[in-house]
């Protein structure tokens, strides 16, 4: 990638480059149908599950249903971190570029979402198969991608821009927003870059900013307010093989959350990992702790209400 992080300016507006997946399609019931599978299968496909907004609106009362996603086809057998990679990252395609990757034929239904990616797959090669098509979807090659690289990887280019600075040396940069990522991710990019990723985006933003001389974002927008869901990033055991392979370059990261941030709606909460500097202070320890009490309360009441039915039919 060409992006280059640049100083903060006086107002702090710079941000930290990390990685989101959005999260938008199925209801919260497929979800945690979807963890129930999980939880049995010890062969696992990167199907990153899916949440409706509006159901999960309805849902805070209560508290979100933790979900943990099943990851990558990967069998048993591959135990060294050698073959293991191999298997993951080394694996070509072949039948054409709208084959299954699994199967090698045509007529796929799902498409991975990262950048550039065109691996396709059949709901039913997946294991276990998906009966719903999930909102956005990584296979696993972009997953470590997203890891090892950084969230800017797998991101289609720059979706807006946000605010504009001048300086003597460095000339004209661009505070600018991401596709599928949160703000916490933005970045202050050069005019020369931005006239070759979004020349119509800066035409716009120029044209709106010399007649309005207004900046709107908000500082608050990279603070997390609440968390709504979390879910398995990968099994443990590809992880660690993952990870032990990268020799240890970065910190093993096993989930992922779905963050609601200030001063926004629930249609702007993003997956970030775990990992993520902006999930490892107090703040967001406590918000750790409030989801899990949210949890805990709702498997209570369900817990008590399958009791009733019971004791109902009695």
């Given amino acids: 990638e060409a992006h280059h992080k640049v100083a903060p300016d006086k107002h702090g507006n710079a941000a930290i480059c990390l990685q989101e997946d959005k999260c938008k399609g199925n209801s ?16 696992f496909v990167a199907s990153a599950c899916t949440v409706s907004l509006n159901k999960l609106m309805e849902s805070q009362e209560i508290g979100a249903i933790p979900v943990d996603c099943d990851l990558m086809d990967i069998s048993k057998e591959h135990d060294s ?11 070509k395609t ?11 034929h045509p007529e796929t239904e799902l498409s991975c979402d990262g950048k550039g990616c065109n691996r396709s797959y059949h709901l039913s090669c997946l294991d276990p198969p998906l009966q719903n098509y999930p909102g956005a979807w990584l296979c696993i090659f ?35 927003k991401y596709n599928g990522l949160a703000h916490i991710h933005n970045q202050w ?18 044209r709106k900013y ?44 096993y989930h992922e959350w779905f963050v609601k ?21 107090p703040e967001a320890m406590t918000l750790m702790k409030d989801y899990e009490a949210r949890i805990e309360a709702k498997t209570a009441f369900d817990s008590s209400k399958a009791e009733k039915v019971v004791y109902d039919m009695e």
């Fill in 28 to 43: 919260l019931s497929e979800a945690e149908s979807g963890q129930a599978g999980a939880e049995k299968s010890n062969c």
């Fill in 81 to 91: 971190s050698t073959h293991l990679r191999k298997s993951l990252f080394e694996i």
């Fill in 94 to 104: 072949n039948g054409g570029a709208n084959a299954c990757v699994v199967c090698k």
């Fill in 142 to 176: 972009c997953i470590k991608k997203k890891i090892e690289i950084g969230v800017h990887s797998i991101s289609e280019g720059i979706d807006s821009i946000w605010n504009f600075k001048e300086e003597l040396q460095n000339g004209k940069h661009y505070f600018v």
């Fill in 189 to 206: 990019i050069s005019e020369t870059l931005m006239l070759q990723e979004a020349p119509t985006l800066l035409s716009k933003f120029k």
């Fill in 210 to 253: 010399y007649k309005e001389r207004a900046i709107r974002w908000k500082q608050e927008w990279t603070e997390p307010h609440r968390l709504l869901l979390k879910r398995l990033l990968m099994p443990q055991k590809l992880a660690d093989g993952l990870f032990n392979g990268l020799a240890n370059s970065f910190p093993k990261c």
């Fill in 261 to 281: 941030w200030k001063g926004l709606g629930y249609e702007d909460a993003t997956w970030e990992l775990e990992t993520s500097p902006v999930l490892c202070t």
